[in-house]
């Protein structure tokens, strides 16, 4: 209760133009601000990322194989949080940030081809199966690729219950899931809204105020859909991190 309040009280701030995206103006920025801090009071745990640099990457390292797609510091993990007051402070350092979300904290991502997102999202609407929040990225440089955001299986306390999954996905083994990845712990997403290199964007199409489902009752119609569309994109890039 008391974090709902501080973001409320946050959103009756004044609006000044340091949260702008450049380019964009006072008011684009302060939307941005306003869609990123949704997303923390939803309990999103966030951390800053790079950001596109021309067709390139912010940061410092030599054609970097996954421009803007990457967390700041090595220490994202232990750096991400839902405090408003941080996110301001890194917008403010860096109004042209993207931000990622730590998942296997508060939820897990199912992350899966475009096309077989959106048949997929069809068919759960059919069903009247309660659907969580729901990402989309777009862009000429890359795969597109829709994220629904789902409740996190957890941490046991005893490591050796842990259920392995062979879609389990972290940033060293995105080439290895090119249907279906399940992004845990150890692992991230972009957090809308965000810009890829060229004209790429991650937005919401379901957003982050809806309830986390559990993931298993998304789980067939995705892997179903990802089956249908299986090996049409399998020479593209990657949407999401492969290392840093």
Same mark, same amino acid.
């Given at each position: ?131 969580? +929040?729901? =990402?989309?990225?777009? *862009? #000429?440089?890359?795969? /597109?690729?829709? $994220? ?7 941490? @046991? ?34 957090? +809308?809204? =965000?810009?890829?290199? *060229? #004209?790429?964007?991650? /937005?919401?199409? $379901? ?7 559990? @993931? ?29």
């Amino acid at each position: 209760m008391e974090r709902k309040g501080r973001f409320s009280q946050w959103l009756r701030r004044p609006r000044s133009g340091a949260g702008g995206d450049q380019g964009t103006g006072a008011g684009a920025g302060g939307v941005r601000e306003d869609l990123l801090m949704a997303a923390a009071a939803a309990g999103f745990p966030l951390a800053p990322a790079a950001h596109p640099s021309g067709y390139g990457c912010s940061c410092d390292r030599i054609g970097c194989p996954t421009p803007a797609r990457h967390p700041v510091s090595f220490a994202w993990q232990t750096q991400a949080t839902t405090d408003p007051d941080k996110v301001a402070q890194w917008l403010r350092a860096d109004p042209q940030a993207n931000f990622i979300t730590a998942t296997g904290i508060v939820h897990d991502v199912l992350d899966v081809p475009a096309d077989a997102g959106r048949l997929a999202l069809e068919r759960l609407g059919a069903a009247e199966v309660e659907v969580g +929040p729901v =990402a989309t990225s777009s *862009g #000429d440089l890359q795969q /597109g690729r829709m $994220l629904f955001f789902t409740a996190t299986r957890g941490t @046991p306390d005893d490591e050796d219950e842990w259920w392995p999954c062979e879609l389990d996905c972290h940033p060293e083994t995105m080439d290895e899931h090119p249907g279906l990845r399940w992004h845990c712990r150890g692992s991230y997403v972009l957090v +809308p809204p =965000a810009r890829l290199p *060229g #004209d790429g964007r991650v /937005g919401w199409v $379901l957003g982050p105020e809806r309830a986390l489902p559990d @993931p298993l009752t998304l789980l067939e119609a995705l892997t179903d859909a990802c089956a249908r569309f299986a090996g049409e994109d399998q020479d593209q890039a990657a949407a999401w991190p492969m290392g840093r």
